[in-house]
């Protein structure tokens, strides 16, 4: 089992920075792919970004390239995600993700993949 912690979240406004963080305990080597997902009311949960946490490639999502980061800190089990030049659109419930999975950054992997998950953490980003 691996248990997942999100923090970071708040309210910002549009233009603002925020970085949500994501500390991962238990069988950690359970798991190679580590991500982001985002739930606003009423839609379906979606794929922000995805990496897989021994090393290579790094997933985005079309409407947060160049302005979100996703980075890891092996040591520490953490996996953060910078968001710079916050939207409006943006707003919604974050969620950290685990799984093995080799398709980890193909951009039809979706939600129902991963196994872990965290509890949540609230980013609203005001016009």
């Known amino acids: 089992q691996v248990q997942l912690v999100e923090s970071g979240g708040g309210s910002v406004q549009a233009g603002g920075s925020l970085r949500l963080s994501c500390v991962a305990s238990g069988d950690t080597t359970s798991t190679n792919c580590m991500g982001w997902f985002r739930q606003a009311p009423g839609q379906e949960r979606e794929g922000v970004a995805r990496m897989y946490t021994t090393g290579g490639s790094v997933y985005y999502a079309d409407s947060v390239v160049g302005r979100f980061t996703i980075s890891q800190d092996r040591a520490k089990n953490t996996v953060s995600l910078q968001m710079n030049s916050l939207k409006p659109e943006d707003t919604g419930m974050y969620y950290c993700?685990?799984?093995?999975?080799?398709?980890?950054?193909?951009?039809?992997?979706?939600?129902?993949?991963?196994?872990?998950w965290g509890q949540g953490t609230q980013v609203t980003v005001s016009s």
């Open positions: 993700a685990a799984v093995r999975t080799f398709y980890c950054t193909q951009s039809s992997v979706s939600a129902t993949t991963f196994d872990y």
